[in-house]
């Protein structure tokens, strides 16, 4: 059974980099052909797709955030990293780590809820 899990900070203040980390167990991001999903929920908004990162490494973005989004691994902890930079109020969200396969997701972290604020 695949688990990943979020971490970071839940208060950013504007104009910061919002950096979260998803831990996944169960099973490895290097393995074949898998993408590590970054994905959000404004409050009252639908699902974000941010970007990715493939079991080969390489990085996918959204044309809409790609200026300020960084997506890294560490596969020795089997993570992966978000990074979000110059952060508004309008970047509060949930966020959500998920595995991807084809067109779909099959698992999924429970999210965590980042609120930019001063």
């Known amino acids: 059974q695949v688990q990943l899990q979020e971490s970071g900070p839940g208060l950013v203040k504007p104009s910061q980099t919002l950096s979260l980390t998803c831990t996944v167990s169960?099973?490895?991001?290097?393995?074949?052909?898998?993408?590590w999903t970054w994905i959000r929920q404004p409050p009252g908004k639908g699902l974000e797709w941010m970007g990715a990162i493939a079991y080969s490494g390489s990085t996918y973005y959204s044309p809409s955030l790609k200026s300020r989004t960084s997506i890294s691994r560490d596969t020795s902890k089997n993570q992966f990293t978000l990074q979000l930079s110059s952060v508004t109020p309008e970047d509060t969200a949930v966020y959500y780590c998920?595995?991807?396969?084809?067109?779909?997701?099959?698992?999924w972290g429970q999210g965590t809820q980042v609120t930019v604020s001063s």
């Open positions: 169960g099973g490895s991001i290097t393995t074949n052909y898998y993408y």
């Open positions: 998920a595995r991807a396969m084809g067109s779909g997701y099959d698992y």
